[in-house]
């Protein structure tokens, strides 16, 4: 790998392998390639603010390569969960030491993952969750995927937890806008079958069919993972057959993240133990 790119178009495509490895191949390689060599560029180059951004990056990776384990059915080790923990903080407190909390939005986001997800604790997950909402909330500028994802654990927090599926509605149906706005088709498939959770929790059945239909045929046409196809099938066979299932039982793996129990399915152990995962993509389906 050359040394002389720049650290940001190495993360870019660094960010665009980890989403093709976990929603299609599974094959993290390419994208831990790219963004170690992020990393040490930045680290080379002394710019704490390049450090940051590559260690938010390893972290999301971290946190991707953990939900894909959880969705195969394997444990997630303490040590793999403590570790997406450490990217995260040291990128927080490499903002914290720019005095630029704007940009912490990805850090305290992740941080939220590692709790709700690794952990199955909302209680901790939401104060970082909250921050991450108020940032990008005043910052537009914050990558569309980043808004989309903190609105998708919110909205998650909102079905599985608050009790409150109109507002799990609202906060989900932003999280899907910001998905097609961002066009990026490997990313839609979950934003519709979340919706569609809070849809059929709502009362909206129908409505919650016809974004599952979209989902299935949308996740096809972009080759994603088999264990992400046949969790939109369930959720829609669920929905069809009307068997009042747990709102959060169809989501997918990735958002193992939205349940709030540690079944391998949704979630890694009680995140230090092992009961697990967000996701979540946090939230009991694929981000």
Sequence with gaps: MATDQDVRALLAAGEDALADAAFCTGDFGKARELMEAAHAEAVRGADVSEQAGALDALGMLAHYENITKLMGGSPVSPDDVNAEERLFRQALGCWQQLGEPADSAQSLFGLGLVYQVLHSDWTTAMPYYWQALGLITADEATGLYLRSEVHRHVGFYFLVEASQPAEAVRHLQISLDLREELGDQRRIPSGLVALAQAQLEAGDR??????????????????????????????????????????????????????????PAAGLPPEGSQTESDAPEADAKPE
């Design 206 to 263: 129908d409505g919650a069919i016809e974004l599952l239909r979209r989902a299935i045929a949308t996740a096809r046409e972009a080759g994603l993972l088999p264990e992400r196809i046949r969790d939109a099938e369930r959720t829609l066979a669920e929905a069809e057959a009307d068997t009042g299932a747990d709102p959060a039982a169809g989501l997918p793996p990735d958002k193992a993240e939205a349940r709030t129990d540690a079944d």
